[in-house]
């Protein structure tokens, strides 16, 4: 079996926080007053959202982020940056280290699950 470390990952990203794209069988959704919105990616940063929650997350007054096996949401700031016409990023702003660290090692701990699903199909497929 390989052995993947989180450093076999980095290659040439520059990000100063990996990202992945949640998955369909765990999502992890945005909550606001308005309602719930999924992420389309996620790093200790920020996050990517659909373009129709722009105007209710930046109106509403609080948002809190759930993260599977996470017992509890995470309250978080957010300030809107620009990605494209299709979606909008937020930056966590005010995050304190523990509860960033937390969002970090969930975004490691999925990749690296990810990249050991895709290692396992190749051996498979290559038998």
């Keep these: 079996m390989t052995s993947i470390s989180a450093g076999d990952l980095a290659g040439n990203e520059r990000r ?7 998955s369909i ?30 105007e209710v997350i930046l109106k509403s007054a609080e948002q809190q982020l759930s993260l599977p096996g996470l017992s509890h949401p995470i309250t978080v700031k957010l300030r809107p940056v620009v990605v494209h016409s299709k979606s909008f990023g937020v930056e966590f702003v005010g995050l304190n280290s523990e509860l960033r660290e937390h969002i970090c090692s969930y975004v ?20």
Excluded: D, N, Y
């Design 16 to 22: 100063k926080f990996p990202r992945i794209i949640p």
């Design 25 to 54: 069988e765990e999502p992890i959704l945005l909550k606001t007053q308005a309602g719930q919105f999924p992420l389309i990616e996620i790093s200790g940063g920020g996050c990517r959202l659909p373009v129709a929650a722009h």
């Design 108 to 127: 490691r701990s999925r990749e690296l699950e990810m990249v050991r699903r895709f290692c396992t199909r190749e051996t498979m497929t290559a038998s």
